[in-house]
């Protein structure tokens, strides 16, 4: 009962929160980013400072991915909080226990550095990690960090340094999930959490997957809407 009562505290005493997670920090952010603004939605962007460049862009079903620059993120992410990706966007279980600490450190720093706020979260690329390096992002002050695995859940989890998202936008169970969410009112916490890249919407052309989704689920009463840092950790540390 008592981590119930803390819960909602931090969700403005409301049982339900809503919160994004999106990967890699590229051109299809600017739209996305407007729709969850229209809707009164909160997301986190999980980004990668090292390879903000031309040399970072890359190619799906021949349409160009634009990674997006420096002196392009700092007002867009303005509401939403950005976490750590990793610098260079590689899979951490490829790596020794300093390359790694070195992706998830120097990435924290230069975010902090970039948006002048502190950062708690982060993503893991690829969804790849192992205890060793759970314990080495806790090492470099990262509390929670998302998987690419879907709990089909809405329960709190204790263990955040492998958090599951509800689901991939993506998924086929997606407006199912939406649905048991938008209709749940229990006496337990419940949080409903989409993950996924920007630029799918783009490549597959459904953009109205997204605006969809967040139209039927915008401006409720019962539901705090957050990020990631927000509905898990009770801490905002939006962009300014």
Not at 10 to 18: D, Q, R
Not at 72 to 87: D, K, S, W
Request: net charge negative; proline share 2%.
């Amino acid at each position: 009962m008592a981590a119930n009562i803390q819960v909602i505290a931090m969700w403005n005493g409301k049982m339900k929160a809503l919160t994004f997670s999106y990967d890699d920090g590229i051109e299809q952010d600017k739209r996305l980013v407007e729709i969850f603004n229209n809707y009164g939605m909160k997301c986190t962007f999980n980004l990668n400072s090292g390879i903000m460049s031309s040399d970072g862009a890359f190619e799906i079903q021949g349409k160009p991915i634009r990674r997006l620059f420096p002196e392009e993120l700092r007002g867009l992410y303005t509401g939403h909080e950005v976490a750590v990706h990793t610098l260079h966007h590689l899979d951490l279980t490829k790596l020794n226990a300093d390359e790694v600490r070195m992706e998830i450190a120097e990435d924290k720093a230069a975010l902090e550095s970039l948006f002048g706020t502190d950062i708690y979260g982060m993503a893991y690329p690829y969804g790849t990690f192992s205890p060793d390096i759970e314990r080495i992002a806790a090492d470099c002050g990262i509390r929670y960090s998302r998987t690419t695995a879907a709990a089909y859940s809405f329960s709190r989890q204790e263990y955040l340094l492998k958090f599951s998202a509800t689901c991939h936008h993506r998924d086929e169970r997606l407006h199912e999930m939406l649905d048991s969410f938008l209709a749940y009112d229990g006496d337990e916490p419940a949080i409903f959490c989409v993950w996924g890249h920007s630029y799918e919407f783009y490549v597959n052309d459904n953009w109205e997957l997204i605006e969809d989704l967040c139209k039927k689920a915008a401006f409720r009463d019962d539901i705090f809407y957050g990020t990631n840092n927000e509905v898990l950790l009770g801490v905002d540390n939006s962009v300014c």
